[in-house]
């Protein structure tokens, strides 16, 4: 039945050859745990995507309940992570899937720094990868905000002060950033929006050209 | 599409459409060069990839159910005593804007220059360190400029939480997600339902008679300094609210903290009398206070 | 296309005509309708996101505070109502200036926003010193800055009217220099 399903489509899409590119190709035995133990630090990089997908999945259940509204913002969290079933454990997923993220990902670029497998050809990958970087700072950022807490609101503060220290333009960005004169209602929808629909789309776009390269050149040979 | 067809090329459409079929695939790397068996990516490799995968999560969900993500109170922004922290791994970050050339009239350092040129260096590391060399100890500015930084963010990392640790101890503050937490616990085990410190429950209640003389003394008296002409408080402060005070303090009760104080609060009753009030004035007060129902 | 034109007429040749070529109109149409809708596109929400930006700032009115019997030489804060909109969210929240008298009996609010990096001063009184709790940004009773931080706190106009302390308008401290 489902044999019969998958050929149907595949005599019109022809979708054969394209799961076919991503699973036959051969890894090699030097990134390989099975054959040397030291290669779990080729592991960095899938674990920071395999978290990231978590992130993403309990981000999405998160929005079923969270308000990004400055009255309702932190009764709204209170409530899923005190009075939902499991609320304790899926904000305590994104909570911790947040810094555990920031881990893998720091040690995946120092695996690739000290091996140094950014080397040609493989620089765009680099430079790819240090804006993913930066967007999954940015989205740490945005983050912390939503709860609106104390910490939330002064750590936020903060963040924007520095981005208001910058020479010139510095005042226009706190206002980009806050949408007005205070860190307030429209900050919190600001952030809400940057959080879940902006950093979010960058981050996938950005993915998707890392791995399309990693599958280009092949992984870097052993040293 | 059609136009780039090579003479001899058979090309299949699919059906009457000009989608050609797609025979050719991504090119397989070569890996003949390494030594070693290599597999195919699935299902041998992934496999081994999904094991790692399954310690990891098994150890996140023991993360998750050991500790529960922290909550504080609710935003306010009158809330002076509150320590701000960024999440951790912005607080090396912080902490480098307290040295004497990143901050005062240098503060563009430490927020904009220093951080921006690290991450820029970082970024164009290829085009920085241009040897076909791979290995670290092969490369040693390189690596020497990132063992230094390491140990750099390190170090400002736990000067940062140090500072905070001592902060805490010094002025005694309990961080407010700790004391969240007890709270809760203590509802718990009471048999409670959780306490909620919305802005919305606090709003419930109001504030009773406040056309009463006793109002009027209290704007006078040094109580609204740290209760506030609301009688709101600064709960995140450890100042508790004076509203629905009275269902859990009499009059008399009132009176003899504005006389001895309580807590971290001083005795206020010679300040007021030497602010001009009556022992009359503070009469009143106590018994506006007393009035301070929740229902 | 234009470029070629000009090459030719600098030449002193006489100036061919070129036709532009079928493929190259379908590009370049294709690149303006693209281009077109790229712009009709993004261009509304542009102007709609960055709005906060281009607002005029609304100025602040004159609000009671205390009366200036409470007021000592020695700064102490007083929360005051303030009618605050932010975007749709509009509210009285309360705010704190630091009020105090000078030496020449005149009172002056200081604002304890720390202008470092925005934590909240408070005055300690034992070294007659405001300390930010952030980076230890220090600042005299006058607001003047003395230690991480690049700029005095700001401060409030005060206007004392019938025994009552006023303040209004947010501004750089002219206090000191």
Redesign the interface.
Known sequence: MFKSMYNWIDE?L?IT?MW???????????V????HFSA?VY?FG??TF??TV?QILSGMFLTMYYTPD???A??S???L???VAFG??V??????????V?VMMFLHT?RV????????P??MN??VG??IF?VM?GL??TG?LL?????????T???IK?AA???FIGDYIKTLLQGGE??GAVTLTRFFAIHVFFLPAVLLALLAGHFFMI????????? | MAHDRKPGEKVVF?GDSRVR???E??K????S??????????P??LL??WM??VV??VG??A???S????????????????????????LFL?QF??YPYT???Y??FG??LVPGLA?LG??????L?LS?????YR?PVT?AL?IVT?LAMGYLTYTSWHHYKE?LKEKNIIP??VKREEE?RAAKGAGKA?P??????AKKVAMVAPDDPGAAVFK?ATC??CH???L?GMP?SGIPALLGIGDTLSKDDILGIIKNGKGNMPAQYKDNIG??LTDADIDKLANWLSMQKSK | MSDHNKQAGQHGEKPVKREMSRRQFLSYTLGGAGGFMAAGIIIPMLRFAIDPVLEPKAKADWIKVV?E??IGTEP????F?MHQVDGWYESD????AWIAKDSKGQVFALN?TCK??G????FDAPSHEYHC?????KYTADGK?L????LPLDEYSVKVEQGFVYVGQLHPNSRVK
């Open positions: 019109r022809d050859p076919r590119d991503v699973a036959d190709h051969e890894v090699p035995e030097h390989n745990p099975a054959h779990f592991c899938g674990l395999f978290i978590i400055i009255i309702n932190y009764a969290v209170d409530y992570s005190h009075k304790v454990i904000r305590g997923m994104h909570h911790w899937g947040a810094s555990l920031i120092l720094f000290f091996t140094g497998s950014y080397k040609a493989r620089e680099w430079v240090m804006m930066g700072l740490g950022f912390y709860p609106w807490d104390n910490k939330a609101y002064f750590a503060q903060v963040g520095i220290s910058v020479p205070v860190v599958r280009k050149q092949g992984i870097s040979g052993p040293l | 699919v079929l797609k025979t695939r991504l397989q790397p070569d890996y060069a390494y030594p070693g068996k290599s597999e195919a990516f699935i041998n490799f081994k990839e790692v995968g990891v999560l996140i969900l993360l998750v159910m500790e529960p993500a922290p909550l504080g109170y609710p935003a306010d922004p009158t809330n002076t005593a509150f320590i701000p922290m960024p999440d951790w791994y912005f912080y804007l307290k901050s005062d009239h503060v563009v927020t904009v991450f970082l970024m164009l590391v290829p085009f360190d076909p060399e791979r290995r670290f490369r690596s990132m390491l902060e407010e997600d809760l959780a909620s410190p919305s802005a919305g429950a006078k609204v300094a506030g002409g609301e709101k995140s602010k001009g | 009366e019997a409470q102490k804060a007083f929360q109502k929240v309360e705010l704190t304890p470092h990096l934590c909240t001063v408070s709790p952030c980076h230890g940004a800055n230690v991480v931080a690049p």
